[in-house]
């Protein structure tokens, strides 16, 4: 089972301010199948990123994902005062998600 | 307008039974990869399982619900179900339906229905 482990845990930042948020699995994770979700206090999470690039429908262009092989980011440009929340990597499918890490307002 | 609707939770006793609904509207539930997804207070998000589209044949499990939980479709309804089963008390958890059109990411997610499992 691969496992996928998120840092930092936790991200203190202020708006304007750019994130960097890593996911790095245990074995290599194929990259059509890596995927961001951000989720707000009680909110359903919400698909951001998928195929580690691939912005979901909606998505502002400051969210941005990359990396392959074992190693993945997710980057927001710009931080807007709605983007502070936890944010999850996942290989889709039938295995866990990361630990998830949480961006919170400096 | 595309939306699933999770319903079934509540609270239920050590050893208990629940079975969870999500219907899905504005899209055709048998054309999508359906899962269910558990969160426990304060925590991340755990995968529960997951049923594939058109004929369902490929059914997954967690392995801490494997045995328990059963993830069945009913594409008359538009619906997916989770019946749960033997329920324990680190089942307690917001209960999430996602949906996958492509199987490469859950791009549909309902609100959540709360299982709580105490006596």
């Known amino acids: 089972e691969i496992v996928l482990t998120q840092s930092p845990g936790t991200l203190s930042l202020s708006p304007g301010d750019r994130a960097t948020l890593s996911c790095r699995a245990s074995q290599i994770v194929s990259s059509s199948y890596l995927a961001w979700y951000q989720q707000k206090p009680g909110q359903a999470p919400r698909l951001l990123i998928y195929g580690a690039s691939r912005r979901a429908t909606g998505i502002p262009d400051r969210f941005s994902g990359s990396g392959s092989g074992t190693d993945f980011t997710l980057t927001i440009s710009r931080l807007e005062p709605e983007d502070f929340a936890v944010y999850y990597c996942q290989q889709y499918g039938y295995s866990p998600f990361g630990g998830g890490t949480k961006v919170e307002i400096k | 307008q595309v939306q699933l609707v999770e319903s079934g939770g509540g609270l239920v006793k050590p050893g208990g039974s629940r079975r969870l609904s999500c219907v899905a509207s504005?899209?055709?539930?048998?054309?999508?990869?359906m899962s269910w997804i558990r969160q426990a207070p304060g925590k991340g998000l755990e995968w529960v399982s997951y049923?594939?589209?058109?004929?369902?044949?490929?059914?997954y499990y967690a392995d801490s619900v494997k045995g328990r939980f059963t993830i069945s479709r009913d594409n008359t309804e538009n619906s997916v179900y989770l019946q749960m089963n033997i329920l324990r008390a680190e089942d307690t958890a917001v209960y999430y339906c996602?949906?996958?059109?492509?199987?490469?990411?859950?791009?549909?997610w309902g609100q959540g229905t709360v299982v709580t499992v105490s006596s």
């Open positions: 996602a949906a996958s059109e492509a199987d490469n990411a859950f791009d549909i």
């Open positions: 049923i594939s589209s058109h004929d369902g044949a490929t059914i």
């Open positions: 504005g899209f055709t539930v048998s054309d999508y990869y």
